[in-house]
């Protein structure tokens, strides 16, 4: 039961940085941010960067799901464990950017506590 709640949950997060991926590249200004006040959402090379990022989310989402189709849940668990150091990192990042800590705590860093968790079952079960 836990397998499938965990398998269910790390889905939804593949799906969720899938999502997150394709709307910064189709509108860019509308997800550009982060919470990093002061972000240049207008200009050309921020957008590029923006599109790296992306392209890297989508990745990041489409490997969760290659890992629930072909993989054991431990592998998955550990997959979720490194990735945690991204929302993680995302979230000290918007700190030393003085960004609010809502976002901080409250996207990335909830993020981060939900794959841990995820994590934390599949590689107990």
Same mark, same amino acid.
Do not use: C, E
């Given at each position: ?12 997060i ?33 957008? /590029? ?9 989508i =990745?990041?989402?489409?490997? #969760?799901?290659? $890992? @629930?189709?072909? %993989? ?5 668990g ?23 800590? /809502? ?9 981060? =506590?939900?794959?841990?968790? #995820?994590?934390? $079952? @599949?590689?107990? %079960?």
């Amino acid at each position: 039961m836990l397998i499938t709640v965990a398998t269910v949950l790390a889905g939804l997060i593949g799906a969720g940085i899938i999502a997150i991926g394709v709307l910064q590249i189709r509108a860019p200004q509308t997800a550009a941010g982060f919470g990093i006040p002061g972000t240049p959402t207008g200009d050309r090379t921020f957008q /590029a960067w923006l599109t790296v990022k992306s392209v890297r989310d989508i =990745a990041s989402g489409v490997l #969760i799901f290659i $890992l @629930l189709a072909g %993989a054991t849940p431990h592998l998955l668990g550990w997959y979720m464990l490194a990735a945690v150091g991204i929302p993680a990192g995302d979230a000290l990042i918007v700190l030393r950017s003085n960004g609010p800590k /809502a976002a901080a705590y409250g996207v990335h860093g909830a993020t981060a =506590a939900v794959m841990l968790a #995820i994590s934390v $079952l @599949l590689l107990v %079960a």
